[in-house]
């Protein structure tokens, strides 16, 4: 049994939010839109963009929670996977792993 069948799938949203807005003031203000709830998971934020984790489910519930967070967030797009978020919009492109491979002849 793999662990994805047991928790589920996620899906990443990729929010336009204010520019100044960095990931631990986006934290706080989902945490006092949720009032105590559970909150989804912010992966990433600055630059003016944010990335949300969430069940696939929940993704209404998120764009009300970044909304009610930031009112000026914009859900622009859902995706299963980071990689294909930062492929469609490079202004969240973090530092790219190094790839450990051996030097050539």
């Known amino acids: 049994m793999t662990v994805k069948s047991k928790r589920g799938r996620y899906r990443y949203v990729a929010f336009r939010v204010s520019p100044g807005l960095t990931k631990p003031a986006l934290i706080s203000r989902v945490r006092e839109a949720c ?34 967070a930031d009112a000026g967030s914009e859900s622009l797009r859902t995706s299963g996977t980071l990689r294909s978020l930062r ?19």
């Open 87 to 105: 492929d469609r919009y490079p202004e969240l492109e973090q530092g790219k792993k190094r790839s450990h491979q051996a030097p050539g002849p």
């Open 35 to 68: 009032r105590g709830g559970s909150g989804p998971y912010v992966v990433q934020a600055g630059g003016g963009m944010a990335v949300v984790r969430c069940a696939p489910g929940e993704r209404d519930r998120v764009a009300e929670i970044m909304a009610a």
